[in-house]
């Protein structure tokens, strides 16, 4: 689960009313960014959504500034203000910055985030980039590219700790990335008794994958495919395996 600084840890002012939808309305995940210095604080955000725009609230649902910490905005199921025709299907996620500025903690929160929706939704969200709904450049050529290529883990291609060598991974695959992934579950504690690091994404592997996922606090049950989120979690469990 995605660890998100509260309404109330920040000092969000009170809305000035809130429209709910359900999850069975949601369909979309919309990536935007401030076009703002990564200096702006939510709180200013806020006002400038208030008091200049008019809206009752922060416009967007949760925002992400450039150390990748994670603040709610209105929250998982209330309707915002951040892309017209599509606020109650979509959820907006907001970084803090411009074109360029994205950092892989901050894309790593993000694609976080979007795990956490699916789980909650209990299906698929489609992921866009605000300019996919709407006339506008937001969020940015580099974030609008990285959600056009599946939002990766490490913000980018291949991270230098091995991270993206398991994301996409799915239960039946086979080959030498599933290897890699069993060999850092084994090493990170979750043992492979039967079959070891055989290739093969199966049912042991699938349940080592969950249970280096529990470690970490994660309340997610399925172990059958590697998200980004996932693969975090894995790499942490190793090492802090490894460094122990």
């Given at each position: 689960?995605?660890?998100?600084?509260?309404?109330?840890?920040?000092?969000a002012?009170?809305p000035?009313?809130?429209?709910?939808?359900?999850?069975?309305a949601?369909?979309?995940?919309?990536?935007h960014y401030?076009?703002?210095?990564?200096s702006?604080?939510?709180?200013?955000?806020?006002?400038f959504h208030?008091d200049?725009?008019?809206?009752?609230?922060?416009?967007?649902?949760?925002?992400v500034?450039v150390?990748?910490?994670?603040?709610?905005?209105?929250?998982?199921?209330?309707?915002?203000?951040?892309?017209?025709?599509h606020?109650?299907?979509?959820?907006?996620v907001?970084?803090?910055?411009r074109?360029?500025?994205a950092?892989?903690?901050?894309?790593?929160?993000?694609?976080?985030?979007?795990?956490?929706?699916?789980?909650?939704?209990?299906?698929?969200?489609?992921?866009?980039?605000?300019?996919d709904?709407?006339?506008?450049?937001?969020?940015?050529?580099?974030?609008?590219?990285?959600?056009h290529?599946?939002m990766?883990?490490?913000?980018?291609?291949?991270?230098?700790d091995?991270?993206?060598?398991?994301?996409?991974?799915?239960?039946?695959d086979?080959?030498?990335?599933?290897?890699?992934?069993?060999?850092?579950?084994?090493k990170?504690?979750f043992?492979?008794?039967e079959?070891g690091a055989?290739g093969?994404?199966?049912?042991?592997?699938?349940?080592?994958?969950?249970?280096a996922?529990?470690?970490?606090?994660?309340?997610?049950?399925?172990?059958?495919?590697?998200?980004?989120?996932?693969?975090?979690q894995?790499?942490?469990?190793?090492?802090q395996?490894t460094?122990?």
């Open positions: 689960m995605v660890s998100i600084v509260s309404r109330s840890a920040w000092g002012r009170s000035r009313g809130t429209d709910t939808t359900t999850w069975s949601r369909t979309e995940f919309i990536v401030s076009e703002g210095p990564t702006q604080s939510v709180q200013s955000i806020q006002d208030m200049s725009n008019g809206w009752s609230d922060i416009g967007y649902n949760f925002l500034d150390e990748g910490t994670a603040y709610e905005g209105r929250g998982w199921l209330v309707i915002g203000a951040h892309a017209t025709g606020n109650t299907s979509g959820i907006g907001c970084f803090i910055g074109d360029g500025d950092t892989s903690a901050a894309k790593n929160t993000i694609r976080a985030l979007y795990d956490e929706a699916v789980g909650r939704k209990g299906g698929g969200l489609s992921a866009k980039g605000h300019r709904v709407g006339s506008t450049d937001c969020p940015g050529d580099d974030l609008h590219r990285w959600v290529n599946g990766p883990a490490g913000g980018g291609g291949e991270s230098a091995g991270e993206d060598d398991m994301v996409g991974l799915r239960k039946g086979t080959g030498e990335r599933v290897k890699y992934l069993q060999v850092i579950l084994m990170a504690g043992d492979l008794p079959y055989d093969h994404y199966g049912d042991e592997t699938e349940k080592a994958v969950i249970a996922r529990k470690s970490q606090g994660s309340e997610q049950d399925f172990g059958d495919r590697i998200t980004g989120w996932a693969a975090a894995i790499m942490t469990a190793y090492v395996k460094a122990a």
